[in-house]
């Protein structure tokens, strides 16, 4: 048997086209990737899910009870600051943490509040969330 020249080669095009497929092939899986990860970027509302943290360690029986307000700011992410206040019906009013600044991120909540032995009125729980 002799060698023969034509072994072990491909024709240009058909590398071409491969290349070709293999790239869309990446671009297309890379695209979908950003599209169902794009949510995860640093633009969320980080306030959400403190609000619900704070309300969380603030609340016995669905009771918010202002007077651990301030170790309630705990739940305030690593990095960031944190603001909350409580305010009731009657006019009560209660905060704990920092001074927001005007681009703080924020929740607000309603929520049921102690306001004294045995007395509980609707109010609003607003958590602010900054860097």
Same mark, same amino acid.
């Given at each position: 048997?002799?060698?023969?020249?034509?072994?072990?080669? *491909?024709?240009?095009? %058909?590398?071409?086209?491969?290349?070709?497929?293999?790239?869309?092939?990446?671009?297309?899986? %890379?695209?979908?990737?950003?599209?169902?990860? #794009?949510?995860?970027?640093?633009?969320?509302?980080? %306030?959400?899910?403190?609000?619900? %943290?704070?309300?969380?360690?603030?609340?016995?029986?669905?009771?918010?009870? !202002?007077?651990?307000?301030?170790?309630?700011?705990?739940?305030? !992410?690593?990095?960031?600051?944190?603001?909350?206040?409580? $305010?009731?019906? $009657?006019?009560?009013?209660?905060?704990?943490?920092?001074?927001?600044? *005007?681009?703080?991120?924020?929740?607000?909540?309603?929520?049921?509040?102690?306001?004294?032995? #045995?007395?509980?009125?609707?109010?609003?729980?607003?958590?602010?969330?900054?860097?």
């Amino acid at each position: 048997m002799s060698p023969s020249s034509d072994s072990g080669t *491909t024709e240009p095009v %058909a590398v071409l086209v491969a290349v070709f497929a293999v790239t869309l092939g990446v671009s297309l899986y %890379a695209g979908v990737l950003d599209d169902a990860f #794009g949510t995860l970027d640093d633009d969320r509302n980080i %306030a959400t899910p403190t609000a619900d %943290a704070v309300e969380q360690r603030l609340s016995s029986a669905g009771v918010v009870r !202002p007077k651990g307000l301030d170790n309630a700011l705990n739940a305030v !992410p690593a990095n960031y600051h944190g603001n909350a206040t409580i $305010t009731a019906m $009657t006019g009560e009013r209660w905060s704990g943490g920092r001074e927001p600044p *005007t681009s703080a991120d924020t929740e607000t909540k309603t929520v049921s509040v102690q306001v004294g032995p #045995g007395t509980v009125r609707r109010g609003t729980l607003t958590v602010r969330v900054w860097r």
